[in-house]
């Protein structure tokens, strides 16, 4: 029976499917079955930071409204064998999918998958609403910055209030807060938010911290998930979370601003 | 106060402005959600016929739900501006704001 994760923010821009991209490959490097479906119906996008946009053939609506089967939608993932992409639709709009046709493709990925990810889009309409209402567990990834932090608190309300874990009254959904572009420098110098500051309004428990880094744009430039930059501290901090969230215990890194020494500094490296 | 102190002072941090700017603002959003769907209309109309007697600021108007047990308690803290020396009867159909 397979956990369903919702990677959510309210925002647009913060990461969602960067994340979704990096956990669901973190997940699926550690032998965890892993199925990650892009809930962004008309603006496909999980594809292309994958990598698997020219083999897209069926897609998550096409399943939906049984005009594919779901075994034929499902993308092998081309580095890792137990991680499986759904891609969004780019022909149909948000009402595509229903509650019963969700429920319905879950319930069958729920059998043979351990996790389920759900790449939520961006606002709180009805693609949104879909990918976290059947969810288990919850990712709210937020910038250091205003209205990414205040539309966070928003979708923190429709988790706890419209997801099925709410409706139903039984366990609410595991919440977790991963701040992503995070920039110590500007931290330091009192221009950006600090982690300590989202995390006192926001008041989630903390499962990473990815920092700003040039290397996301590179992963998704070449549709490579940002983890497998397995030397850069962006995929080293999302292997952490990973690993953070099946259990194991890392400690925060990449919260201080990077020293650089006399002759780097000279030598702009 | 030296002139380095009153430069240091008074430029309040923009990261420190951004935490105190969401504090408030979510707080407020939080109370909105918490309450029944009908409060925020319940809230506005009954502004609306104090309004129609009263010159109000909206600004200062405080709703607060409670809940003590089974039974819940609405407060609704309007402050109403000082009367005018003159008249202090106010025709009843004045309306001045709405």
Redesign the interface.
Known sequence: MATIIVVTSGKGGVGKTTTSASVSTGLAKRGFKTAVIDFDVGLRNLDLVMGCERRVVYDFVNVIQNEALLKQALIRDKHCDNLFILPASQTRDKEALSKEGVGRVLDELRDSFDYIVCDSPAGIEQGALMALYFADEAFIVTNP??SS??DS??IL?ILQ?RSKRAETGSTPIKEHLLVTRYSPRR?E??????LK?VQ??LGIPLIGVIPESEVVLQASNSGVPVIHFDQSPSGQAYDDVVARFLGESRPMRFLEPERKNFLRRLFGT | MNLLDYFLSKRKKSAVVAKERLQIILARERVDRSGPDYLPALKREILEVVAKYVSIDVEQVQVHLQREGNCEILELNISLPEPPPASTNQPMGHSAAN
Do not use: I
Not at chain 1, 189 to 194: I, N, R
């Open positions: 910055e205003v932090v205040r608190d928003r309300g209030a931290v110098a009192g221009e950006m938010l600090s500051d006192d309004l």
